[in-house]
C-alpha cells in the first residue's frame, strides 16, 4: 500500500541548513508536499511540487525530488528560531483527493 | 488566519458524553475534510465532503458522525468515545476535490477522552 516515511527529530543550529528527508512507496504519486505544523496550530502548506520537476525553490526552501529512488527532501536554508516546527512530507494523485502524510518530522533549532 | 476555524480548541469529555466538533471555513471552498493527528502517528484522512455530499468514509467507527449541512460548515458529531480517540482532530478545505493537493487546514480541536 502507499506510505509515506520520514524520520521523527532534526536538530540543528541557528543559522546552518536543514535537510528533511522523506521516502513513498507510491511510484504513481503526482503531487509531493511538504507541510508545516507549529505548536497548537494546524497544518500549513509551505510548498509542492510536482513528479516531473526535479527541484523546486522558494526563498530559503528548496525541494529536490528523486523520482527514481522516491525520495524527497526538504532543505530550509540559514535556519532560524521560528522554524522550530514539525515537517510532514505528503503525497497524493493527479484526480485523487486523498492525501498520504507522513508522521511529521521535529524541528529543533538551537540558538 | 488560514481562513478555517474550527471550536472548540480544548474538549475533554467522558466515554457516555456526547459532544460536536465545529468547522467552518471562509474561503469559498467546496470540499472539507476531518483528520485525526495521534501522537507520532501519521495524519488519518477520516472524512471528505464535496458539495456537501460525502464521498470518503475511510472506516471510521461509527461513534463519530460526520455532518455538513452546507459547503462551509462541517460537524463531527462524537458519542460514547474510547481513551485511544483521544487525538488532535484537523478539519481541511479545498476548491472542490479536484484542487484537493491545496488544502487548507483549520488549527484543530484536541480532544481527550477520559
Known amino acids: 500500500g502507499e506510505d509515506v516515511e520520514q524520520s521523527l527529530f532534526l536538530s540543528v543550529r541557528e543559522g546552518d541548513s536543514s535537510v528533511i528527508n522523506c521516502t513513498y512507496t507510491?511510484?504513481?504519486?503526482?503531487?509531493l508536499y511538504w507541510y508545516k505544523q507549529e505548536p497548537g496550530a494546524g497544518l500549513q502548506l509551505l510548498t509542492y511540487i510536482f513528479s516531473n520537476m526535479d527541484m523546486k525553490q522558494d526563498q530559503r526552501l528548496t525541494v529536490l525530488l528523486n523520482k527514481k529512488d522516491k525520495h524527497l527532501s526538504l532543505r530550509i536554508a540559514d535556519t532560524q528560531t521560528g522554524d522550530s516546527a514539525i515537517y510532514f512530507c505528503a503525497e497524493s494523485h493527479t484526480g485523487g483527493f486523498k492525501t498520504i502524510f507522513g508522521a511529521g518530522t521535529r524541528l529543533f533549532v538551537k540558538a | 488566519e488560514t481562513g478555517v476555524t474550527q471550536t472548540p480548541r480544548h474538549l475533554v469529555m467522558g466515554m457516555t458524553n456526547k459532544k460536536s466538533l465545529k468547522c467552518e471555513q471562509h474561503?469559498?471552498?467546496?470540499?472539507m475534510y476531518w483528520y485525526k493527528q495521534s501522537a507520532k502517528k501519521p495524519l488519518e484522512l477520516m472524512f471528505v465532503y464535496s458539495l456537501e455530499e460525502r464521498v470518503e468514509n475511510n472506516s471510521v467507527p461509527s461513534r463519530f458522525s460526520p455532518e455538513c449541512p452546507n459547503s462551509s460548515h462541517l460537524f463531527l458529531h462524537l458519542h460514547t468515545l474510547q481513551p485511544e480517540d483521544s487525538a488532535l482532530y484537523l478539519c481541511?478545505?479545498?476548491?472542490?476535490?479536484?484542487?484537493?493537493?491545496?488544502?487548507?487546514f483549520g488549527p484543530g480541536t484536541r480532544l481527550t477522552v477520559t
Open positions: 481541511a478545505s479545498s476548491q472542490d476535490l479536484e484542487s484537493s493537493y491545496e488544502q487548507y
Open positions: 507510491d511510484s504513481s504519486s503526482t503531487y
Open positions: 474561503l469559498g471552498h467546496n470540499a
